[in-house]
């Protein structure tokens, strides 16, 4: 196995951007970052601060696809970063890394299902969405990957409601 390349983020830097492809992983030496949804919008909100030994990028490092979060150094990151070559061998020197990841994914798949289920409901009960409740929907489906855009996610689910 190729050394898994060893790479610094200033505090500060975005490492990588919600909706852009990144496909590369990381795995954080030392330092912390934050996890944003919305990062430098008015609907910016802050999902969490991971630290040593926590993995993000996987998504993109898996599936190639658009990043959910952007992920910011909270402090100078120091992290390995694995590519898609050097992912099998890393997945088998780092079993804890790997049940967090699949942790991670799991957790997302739920919180997409819950929001799925309250917007079935909604539709179903043949009234007009709640407008925030809609725009929240909207994003966390066009978060989760499944459209690539709001318009297109609440077209899918509600037709001409709006």
């Known amino acids: 196995m190729q050394d898994p390349k060893l790479v610094e983020f200033p505090q500060d830097d975005i490492i990588i951007r919600e909706g852009e492809t990144c496909v590369e992983m990381y795995k954080i030496i030392t330092g912390n970052a ?3 949804s919305g990062f430098g919008t008015k609907n910016e909100t802050l999902i969490g601060i991971i630290g040593k030994n926590s993995c993000f990028g996987e998504f993109g490092l898996l599936l190639k696809k658009p990043s959910l979060y952007t992920i ?51 539709a179903e009960s043949g009234q007009k969405p709640d407008k925030a409740q809609l725009i929240s929907a909207r994003k966390a489906m066009k978060g989760y990957g499944m459209y690539r855009s709001i318009e297109q996610a609440s077209d899918a689910l509600w037709g001409n409601i709006r």
């Not at 780092?94 to 909604?122: C, F, G, W, Y």
């Open 34 to 36: 934050e996890v944003y």
């Open 72 to 122: 910011r150094a909270y402090s100078n990151v120091y992290a390995m970063r694995i590519t898609e070559e050097e992912i099998g061998d890393f997945m088998t020197h780092n079993h804890n890394n790997v049940l967090e990841i699949m942790r991670n994914m799991a957790n997302s798949m739920m919180a997409m299902r819950k929001h799925i289920d309250l917007l079935i409901k909604e």
